[in-house]
């Protein structure tokens, strides 16, 4: 049996003295009892939501995106922030399902189908930005290259808004069919356990006929493996490319060669805060404790404490390059538009300094790592914080411009752009809700593949045997010396 | 395909599989296949399969994304409708390089779920004979074609399998529905292999 190896000192990722079987029974169980009365509370909030976030695109489409207040000199307000936004959500998904499992972490099995799952509604979500901005939306496929009838006339392809359509375009199709070849194997559990006629049906439409044969898993494996090896590069380059949107330009603020690595990590950063938000939440309402444990919880603000630290470099390094490099656009902007805390949008750098920077320092403590409410409401603070840091990248660069006199102030969302935001909201937790109750929360048959390794009850037998061996070990060596 | 009968025995610990499959080649016993709710490592080596060739297809697939970006964006940019873009180049090879690289993961990506989907015959509406309920759950699953089913039967028993049943089963796959009883195609001449 080649059972991966796992450090004695990481506890065990699978709580309760669990068989086969029980793994199972605790995931599919959702699936197979009603929802509760808490599902169909916050599903109707989201379904709501996205409602009137439907109703404020339909006035984008009706009336234009005059509507959102946005000028001459704030061309980007809300509109690309959340876009950013949405994107850099994604990211955490991707970096946990193929990244961590390029370096052999075996935590990531626990959380790995659910942050995927938000991978995939956060990239669907930020996607509705870009495509509303166009105003007249009805010309969106003509950013794909394909042979026309209007000269030919071809998309730029020199141009960093079409490599964005490129990349978040192959981020969502690549980190979909990772997820659903992962669901395959899961499906046909649910389809093999299924005593309702529409649930084998479905079930079975949705499982493509995944009978559990060795062939089979070993191509699974490799597929998984190397479709890992692809989405790695893959989700650097997507918030890569989204930075070259703004690095690429000459607004000051914006033309910066650090934006591809800061913009990187802050993404990392955001995407496990909102994992953290989500699976807090659904390991309660679904009774997953046992295999989403403090454990993980404590791994992923690890990786929040030490990505909030990079973005607080990233924001300092930026600060001294703009004083060292002597353009005195930059260090306007910086000093004057986000320094000056006087400045009309001074606030919001300093509250993103305050939510980014500052406040994950308090990971550094193991007992407030483990803290389940403390991790709660600071999940929710750095999504505060990285909403504003992509405000503060995009208002305070362009609101004060080259030419004084077309300097704006009076930028202030409307209702319908809010609305439009919230209808985000809705979309994502809609999807969220629908996936918690009609899917495998989390990777079945990885768990069952760790169980043996990193369960309650077979952990301590593997510490033991590893102690025998070490002293084995000492006791051989030993008697060599003799 | 070729409708057959098979012993299938089930195991409940994949420590005991792994003794179980050495020995039932060695005993030369044909093994149809082996059906895990999870990927056992070493399992398929045990078996004697052999590795997949997965992955030198993605490579193909992946560097047919690059030529494909590269050229057609050469060809578009230099000559269907060269743009003067603030006089720099037509040929802009360090522009090209995002796009570039996201078509080379996206043809090696796709290709590869679709090969192994064909290879291994996963479609909506596929459905396949299963030996064992449970074997999506928590058996193992061994099938060994049917020689001498009495010895076969008690050769199981004897090295491990918790229940040896026999069943008549096709080996392919057809068209059908998981809610609905549905037998798989019958052949005129079908033939059930005895002994």
New interface residues.
Partial sequence: MALKYESHVRGPLVEGAKDYHQVTEDIVRPIETNPSRLWWMGFIISVALLLFGVYSIYRDVTYGIGQWNLNKTIGWGWDITNFVWWVGIGHAGTLISAILLLFRQGWRTGVNRAAEAMTIFAVICAGQFPIWHMGRVWMAPFVMPYPNTRGPLWVNFNSPLLWDVFAISTYFTVSLLFWYSGLLPDFATVRDRAKLKWRKFTYGLLSFGWTGSTKHWQRHESLSLVLAGLSTPLVLSVHTIVSFDFATSVIPGWHTTIFPPYFVAGAIFSGFAMVQTLLLIVRKVLKLEDYITIEHIEVMNKVIVLTGSIVGIAYLTELFISWYGRNPYEIYAFNENRLNIFSPYGWSYWLMMACNVISPQIFWFRKLRRNIVVTFFMSIIVNVGMWFERFVIIVTSIYRDYLPSSWSTYYTPTIWEIGFYLGTFGLFFTCFFLFAKFFPVIAIAEIKHILKRSGDNYKQHWVEAEKESLEKFYHDTHQDHH | MAVKKFVVGCFDE??VL?DAVKKVRKAGYKLH????????????GA?G?R??S??TA?FIY?ITGTTVALS??TW??TS??P?N?GG?PHF?LP??I??T???T??F???G??LT??Y??????????H?FH??????LF?MVIECGDEAEITNFLKNIGASDVNTQVAETG?WFG???KEEKAIEYKNETVLHN
């Fill in positions: 994949e420590g792994f296949d082996v059906y895990t709710p999870f990927p056992v490592h070493g399992l398929d078996m399969l590795d997949t997965l992955h993605g992946g057609s964006i578009i940019l269907d409708w743009l873009i720099k802009a522009a090209w995002p796009i690289f996201e078509l993961v996206l090696a990506a796709v590869m779920v192994f989907c290879l291994c015959q996963l479609a909506p509406f596929v459905k396949k299963h309920e449970r074997a999506t759950d928590d699953v796959w529905r998981y809610d």
